[in-house]
């Protein structure tokens, strides 16, 4: 890929207007959500898309997430069911992508999609996410805007570390509150199934449906796209993990989370503590640039403590497991 410059610029106004501009010209726009920073390209436009799949070095079989301002846009992209409506009622704006059948006709195109009949669609609640898709007034496919198999990022400079000189332009929106990316339901034929665990926990989707989440039929096997997150070692650091740590060895660096300490733990190379205070909200928005800081530390391995499975914690074990996969 021949280097192109990017520009970065703060969330303001005009940043907000040449996002739109850019991504009208079928250019690459990195911007906030509340979950990670997405990056965006025109959803009608293939070429555009075929861009951004080079710029990440995303296996194209991997289906994009379009991103509208609105539930009245992502109806006119594809069909709802009751409990789509349900979810969209309860969780729009907000950290949830459903998957829904197509509508026919739908102008996403075929490569951001796939070859799927069924298209992910989410609708952010960041702010400056808000404003460029309502300055842009069309769908705007963005995958996390990291190089595909890195950590997701959570800061601008975490989007510059991946990918200056690949995409045109950055709009810096501060760090991300969630930081995990969104929760994935496919509400096709039959239950609602769960394809991702993300920024809203389990529980309270379920407690709008009123039912439990189907689990996919087929997880992680297959390299199918139907389940989403497929690579096993998606979301990599460079250092290995070694997870449920219950004592820290000679020269690795230390992920912890909450009050209590562990044996070696004073010897660790560097320690973060995702949320003294046993947070898993916090620790959610802390996963991604914690990895990374630990990262930089230069251990060969990161021990992880133990994070409890409820609420947010399911998707931040799900991160964990996939960083912690070997290697393909
Ligand atoms: O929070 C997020 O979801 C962020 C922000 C930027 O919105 N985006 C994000 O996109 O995480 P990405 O591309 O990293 O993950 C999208 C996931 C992929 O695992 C993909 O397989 C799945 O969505 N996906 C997309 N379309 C699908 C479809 N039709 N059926 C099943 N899975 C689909
Ligand atoms: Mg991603």
Redesign the pocket.
Known sequence: MEAIETRIEPADDAAVAEAARILRAGGLVAFP?E????LGADATQGAAIARLYAAKGRPAF????A?VAAAAEARALAVFNAAAERLAAAFWPG?L?L?LPKRHGCPVAELA??G?D???L?V?GHVVAQRILRAFAGPVV????NVSGHV?PTTAAHVLADLSGRIDFVVDGGPTPVGL??T?V?CLDGDPVL??P??IARERIEAVLGRPLAAPRRPEAEGA??????LASHYAPRARLRLAATDVRPGEALLAFGPASLPGAAAAVATLNLSPGGDLVEAAANLFSFLRRLDASGAETIAVMPVPNHGLGEAINDRLRRAAAPRP
């Open positions: 959500t979950t990670v920073y997405g991997n289906p994009l997430i991103h950290p992508t998957v999609t796939a799927l069924s298209i992910a989410r952010p963005a995958p996390s805007a997701s990316e969104s994935i496919a394809l991702r993300g920024g796209p139907v389940a989403p997150g497929q």
